[in-house]
């Protein structure tokens, strides 16, 4: 197909634009040497191009010349991470990261280099293409998120009219052999909330507790409580996750502080459990401090939401990969994951699919390190494949709108 001959010719390109993002990686909104980057490669095609008034942001509107030139033409939406994570890589590349704690460890420079492939390939059959393309290169996917504001910049309807499907994919270093797609339809990714849980007593000495009000045995019994309240308050098959990752209290061991505060991350798969674990957890942490004679303070930062794939969606992406690359490529995945992903704001507003893509270098990916982690290693050779499939999704989907079909 002519879509994996042109992302061949482009492999040498491509993997030396990876390795170029992977020896400089910045970290969050403001990503200036990485949107330099995506602009110098996209310069010698012809696209109308737009940067981020609040974040390093690229958009790019790619206009096909194919079909009929009459009527309303389809809009599809590809998009491509760009940022790095605070991490000090500890693997011996000729290309590793130059910045100091900061690493490229969840893959999104070859999210970058196959969107610039993608946009190569569309450019280059642009005739064929029956549709305009929109190419959401979006900084801050590792936090705070920079999807949303990239919506609120108006993404959505750059290309003069909203966009009617998006696609995104995500490598992965681990888990799956090299080359490997994979995903799920429905609910793919967890909705991510931070919770933040202050206890506030009376301190005094050690030595006499009764007559002070501790709040470290009651932050405690919350933070136990709260374990049980999500094997006994959820449904399993709609599963909640609730992780305590700080505790901070007292400054002395014979020393009752005042307060005790804990913060915790909150994963769910539905909108019903996101609004009620928030709702119990309050509950519990008031009702708990309550008990003893002290006051519960609770906070919730809402964070991402669920990440789901359009069912037609991801049945016409899944297809697509058969199509191209093999049955035996593909691969289901039987259960979604707890982690998040801000591509889930552009799902809420666009029928969208995310997929999944193995660029683990080991034979044994069992027990590769995963994504984050220091020694995550991506073999970028699978740079092509994904900079193919994003081409092609925007090519057979922007025919398939124009003609009135579902996916």
């Known amino acids: 197909m002519r879509t994996l001959d042109l992302a061949e010719s482009l492999r040498p390109d491509l993997v030396a634009l990876r390795r170029e993002l992977h020896r400089f990686p910045e970290v969050g909104m403001h990503l200036p040497l990485t949107q330099q980057a995506v602009v110098n490669a996209l310069a010698d095609l012809d696209l109308e191009v737009t940067l981020g008034r609040d974040l390093s942001s690229v958009v790019a509107v790619l206009r096909g010349r194919g079909g009929d030139p009459e009527g309303e ?95 995104a994919l995500h490598v992965y270093s681990s888990e799956h052999p090299r080359g490997t797609w994979f995903g799920r339809p429905g609910p793919l990714m967890a ?59 007292g400054t002395k061991d014979n020393i009752i502080p005042d307060d005790a505060v804990f913060e915790a991350t909150v994963r769910s798969l539905s909108p019903e459990s996101r609004s009620e674990v928030s709702r119990r957890i309050e509950q519990l942490a008031t009702g708990i401090a309550a008990a003893h004679g002290l006051t519960a303070e609770v906070t919730h930062l809402p964070g991402y939401p669920v990440t789901v794939n359009d069912e037609a969606e991801y049945a016409f992406a899944k297809d697509t990969i058969v199509d191209l690359f093999g049955e035996d490529r593909y691969t289901h995945q039987r259960d979604p994951e707890m982690g998040s ?20 270098p080991a034979e044994d990916f069992a027990s590769a390190p995963d994504n984050h982690s220091p020694r995550a290693d991506f073999d970028d050779s699978v740079v092509p494949d994904g900079a193919a499939l994003l081409a092609e999704l925007a090519l057979r989907r922007s025919a398939q709108l124009r003609a009135g079909m579902r996916p």
Do not use: W
């Not at 642009?126 to 959401?136: A, H, K, Q, W």
């Not at 507003?349 to 683990?360: E, G, K, R, T």
């Open 73 to 167: 033409r389809p809009v599809v939406l590809l998009r491509g991470d760009m940022d790095a994570l605070p991490v000090t890589e500890d693997l011996p590349l000729e290309y590793a990261s130059k910045h100091d704690g900061v690493m490229h460890a969840c893959g999104h420079d070859l999210h970058v280099a196959g969107l610039v492939g993608a946009a190569r390939i569309l450019h280059e059959l642009r005739d064929e293409l029956e549709g305009d393309v929109v190419l959401m290169f979006q900084p801050g996917e590792e936090g705070p998120g920079g999807a949303k504001p990239m919506i609120d910049e108006g993404l959505l309807d750059i290309a003069g009219r909203r966009v009617d499907a998006a696609y």
């Open 191 to 249: 909705a991510a909330d931070e919770v933040y849980v202050r206890i506030v007593g009376a301190g005094g000495h050690g030595s006499q507790p009764f007559r002070a009000k501790d709040p470290i045995p009651v932050a405690c019994e919350v933070v136990v409580a709260l374990q049980t309240l999500v094997t006994r308050q959820f449904d399993v098959f709609d599963p909640v996750v609730i992780t305590v990752g700080k505790f901070v209290g």
């Open 341 to 360: 992903e801000d591509f889930s704001f552009v799902g809420e507003l666009v029928p969208s699919a995310y997929v999944n893509l193995s660029a683990c």
